[in-house]
């Protein structure tokens, strides 16, 4: 099943930078144990029901507001926050 | 008296608070000393704010004095693991992301714990973010087992367990997503209980695998896991998959020796060390002749359990861990660039090498191409064994194999397989799988290392199982044991 199987891409779409070592390291432990996975594509499955859900949707709560942390203590978790704020990387380029 | 507070189950302090013959202050006291001498030895703890716990002793004290007592719990120590949000507390998950993380909130347990008058004691190491099977991947010390500390304690609780079996908190709370309170029970020789799912809420708990996640008590004793349970359970609505009417009493129920207990074909086969089948084929011995009914089921698809779990454990993680992208929370790389860049630096230094693997195989079984002969099928073979699971359990009250095959490796040994970490997790994923509830029981030696049973029921049948355990605890000797250090 694991044929196809992209470090690089892989690790772009964690959002993880790998060095060449761990690219090897993972790429080889990843390979072992999809190898260990193989049973599940042998295995006679039934198909999936609605009640192979998690959670029953009767469950959910109104929707109603509650009480919130407010942005002194949300800031305060922040790595950097200026005014009240969370400071990121700038995103949008200046207008030139 | 403060020589022996250590060696005292939570029942018996209880009494003695109740009694006025001890007061909370002593015993966090007494306790704060055997931390001061031991912790560095065993690393249990990553954190214990001194002062705080004293202050609250003293609250509880001088509630207890006012005729304001809340119960059972009033004024005992209750430790908790590093991914349970307890307000003003470091809440780090053992890991480097979240290092410099103290919680603005407590979780639902820590408010039912506050409520019943405990004491909120500390922080307990983990392997990062709950994976793992041996604490050792801590971004932040090691944890040794009490009972040789050449080994490990299990995990991913292995900070909650190795407290318990070192005599340096009478109870304490654990996570266990595939096993990760039951399989370091078992090897420190203490009880460990993993609910039936949506017991317990999980509102502050840090997500690892949601639909697995389940927090739970861990102690000494039978009698000290049904006071901590019975302080956990009830409904909350902050977690959607949290049911059941408030102050659900846990205490056993009925004759323990009129119990049926199913033994699973072929789980004492390969891979369980002879010694650890010897302890559990002697209790199996010991619950045929109190008079309960013992007959072998068949859970065909036993084999699937694994494979099945690391799909669906580390696709949810993949996505659970996504929110750490050093923006909001946690660790932000100090080489900036684009906001892309800031993420991938900032989840690249902060996340472990497990935690990577884990992040890794997630997102590969839930990428294009891969998520239906793999995701899709976990998901339909989780179906397939909760239905094995159902079906035994409705010809029997529970079902009884060993925790864990083997007793605690020594520190670094299966540190480079990750394959034969996740195969430590063999005998409680199925219970995760299919949220079913499941106890270990300590129930002998194997040499000097303690072993442990492991019983699974029907959901919500946990007053069975502590009774079952009960009956085996009152013939045994491995009830409030603590390893001599």
Redesign the interface.
């Known amino acids: 099943m694991a044929e196809g199987f992209d470090i690089d891409h892989l690790a772009k779409l964690a959002r993880l930078s790998l060095t060449a070592e761990e690219k090897a390291l993972y790429s080889s432990q990843l390979n072992q144990i999809l190898g260990h996975f193989e049973a599940l594509a042998q295995a006679d499955l039934p198909a999936l029901s609605d009640d192979a859900r998690v959670v029953d949707e009767a469950a959910l709560r109104s929707d109603e507001p509650g009480p919130v942390l407010g942005s002194a203590a949300v800031t305060r978790l922040a790595p950097a926050s200026r005014d009240g704020q969370i400071s990121v990387p700038r995103v949008v380029d200046d207008e030139s | 008296m403060g020589e022996v507070l250590h060696t005292l189950s939570a029942g018996e302090l209880g009494r003695r608070l109740a009694a006025g013959t001890l007061t909370s202050r002593a015993l966090c006291e007494a306790l704060i000393t055997r931390f001061k001498a031991l912790n560095e030895t065993v690393g249990a703890f990553t954190h214990l704010d001194q002062a705080d716990v004293l202050a609250q002793a003293d609250a509880s004290d001088a509630r207890r004095k006012a005729g304001q007592g809340r119960g059972p719990l009033e004024g005992i120590p209750v430790a908790i693991k590093d991914n349970i949000a307890v307000k003003g507390q470091p809440l780090t998950c053992s890991s480097k992301m979240l290092a410099p993380?103290v919680s603005?909130?407590d979780s639902h347990v820590a408010e039912r714990l506050r409520a019943a008058g405990a004491i909120l004691y500390g922080r307990l190491n983990m392997d990062e973010f709950a994976m793992g099977s041996s604490t050792e991947n801590s971004a932040i010390r090691k944890t040794f087992n009490p009972w040789d500390l050449a080994r490990i304690p299990g995990g991913s609780s292995g900070g909650s367990a190795a407290a318990l079996a070192a005599g340096l908190v009478p109870l304490s709370l654990g996570s266990d997503t595939g096993g990760s309170i039951r399989q370091p029970a078992s090897h420190c020789g203490v009880v460990g209980l993993k609910p039936t799912?949506g017991l317990i809420s999980r509102f502050g708990l840090v997500a690892f695998a949601s639909?697995l996640d389940q927090i739970g008590p861990m102690a000494r004793s039978i009698e000290d896991c049904e006071l901590l349970l019975n302080a956990l359970a009830s409904a909350d609505?902050r977690d959607?998959?949290c049911?059941g009417p408030a102050d659900r009493a846990f205490a056993p129920s009925g004759d323990a020796k009129k119990l049926r207990i199913g033994i699973p074909k072929g789980f004492l086969g390969k891979g369980v060390a002879p010694e650890v089948a010897a302890a559990v084929n002697a209790a199996v011995a010991f619950y045929r002749a109190q008079g309960c009914a013992i007959s072998e089921v068949e859970l065909p698809?036993s084999?699937?359990a694994?494979?099945?779990y690391?799909?669906v454990a580390t696709a949810e993680a993949?996505s659970n861990l996504?929110r750490y992208?050093?923006?909001?929370?946690?660790?932000?790389s100090a080489s900036?660039?684009?906001?892309?860049?800031?993420?991938?630096?900032s989840?690249?230094e902060g996340?472990g090498?497990e935690v990577?693997?884990r992040?890794?195989?997630g997102?590969?079984v839930l990428?294009a191409?891969?998520a239906d002969?793999?995701y899709?099928?976990?998901?339909?073979?989780?179906?397939?064994i909760r239905?094995e699971y159902l079906a035994a359990l409705a010809g029997v009250d529970m079902l009884l194999t060993p925790t864990v095959p083997t007793p605690a490796f020594k520190v670094g040994e299966k540190a480079s397989d990750?394959?034969q970490l996740?195969l430590e997790d063999i005998f409680t994923i199925p219970a995760n799988l299919a949220?079913l509830p499941a106890l270990s029981v300590p129930c002998g030696k194997s040499g000097h290392l303690p072993v442990g049973f492991h019983l699974v029921g029907a959901p919500l049948s946990e007053a069975k199982l502590l009774a079952a355990g009960r009956l085996f605890e009152a013939a045994h000797g491995f009830a409030h044991q603590q390893a001599a250090l």
């Open positions: 993380l603005p909130y799912y639909s609505a959607m998959t049911f698809s084999d699937l694994v494979p099945t690391y799909v993949s996504g992208d050093g923006v909001r929370y946690g660790h932000r900036a660039g684009t906001p892309v860049e800031m993420m991938t630096a989840r690249s996340f090498p990577k693997r992040i890794l195989l997102t590969f990428s191409g891969y002969a793999y899709v099928r976990a998901l339909r073979a989780r179906a397939k239905g990750p394959l996740y949220g």
